[in-house]
């Protein structure tokens, strides 16, 4: 194989990786930092360090992993290096669209009434998240809406599988505490 068609394979296969997974990194920085143009700038940074070092990637089955430490690592030394105190997280319950920050749409079959309880529940749980430790909150975010396995989250945040089984435990016995303590979803 000449080395030109070497390099367009390994282009062909960086790229369809990068758009499989573009968005996933973006949000999960965006989690992260809570800053819409900075995430777009560490997203784009993740990739760019991606590229440089993927032709020594032995296994391209792992590249999620790898990629969101990649922009994991990124991020927190970021966010060191412009001395920002803990991480914060957007909520998980909306998106951004054109940088405005909306609400997801709701079901149109719900009333008025449903959609306002909807809401309440959504923003205790925003706050509890607010006010949850910051590994708690990433391993939630990672499980719960990441849907990455232990074994992918401990490579991830550089912890063990036993790890992160007994982060996830704590991080949803927290998250059930303060729901009964704020009353929710009776």
Do not use: C
């Given at each position: 194989?000449?080395?030109?068609k070497?390099r367009?394979?390994?282009e062909e ?6 758009m499989?997974n573009?968005r996933?990194?973006f ?7 809570n ?7 560490l997203?784009q940074d ?13 296994r391209?089955e792992?590249?999620h ?5 990649i922009?994991r690592?990124l991020?927190?030394n970021?966010m060191k290096?412009?001395n920002?105190k803990?991480i914060r997280?957007?909520s998980?319950f ?5 940088r405005e920050l909306?609400?997801?749409?709701s ?6 009434e449903e959609?306002?309880k909807?809401?309440?529940e959504k ?11 910051p590994?708690?909150r990433?391993v ?9 396995s232990?074994?992918e989250?401990g490579k991830v945040?550089?912890i063990?599988?036993?790890?992160v ?16 303590r704020e009353?929710?979803f009776?």
């Open positions: 194989m000449s080395i030109n070497e367009n394979n390994v296969t960086f790229e369809k990786l990068v499989d573009y996933r990194v949000n999960y920085i965006n989690t992260l930092v800053d819409y143009e900075l995430s777009e700038d997203t993740t990739f760019l360090r991606a590229y440089r070092s993927f032709k020594g990637l032995r391209k792992s590249f992993v790898w990629i969101m430490r922009a690592n991020s927190i970021r290096m412009e920002l803990r997280f957007v998980l909306t998106k951004r669209y054109n909306i609400d997801s749409v079901d149109p079959v719900l009333s008025l959609r306002a909807e809401d309440e923003n205790i749980v925003k706050k509890i998240l607010y006010e949850m430790q590994r708690m990433e939630l975010i990672l499980k719960e809406w990441e849907e990455l232990y074994a989250i945040m550089k063990s599988k036993k790890a089984k007994s982060l996830i435990h704590r991080a949803r016995e927290a998250m059930k505490k303060r729901l009964e009353d929710a009776k």
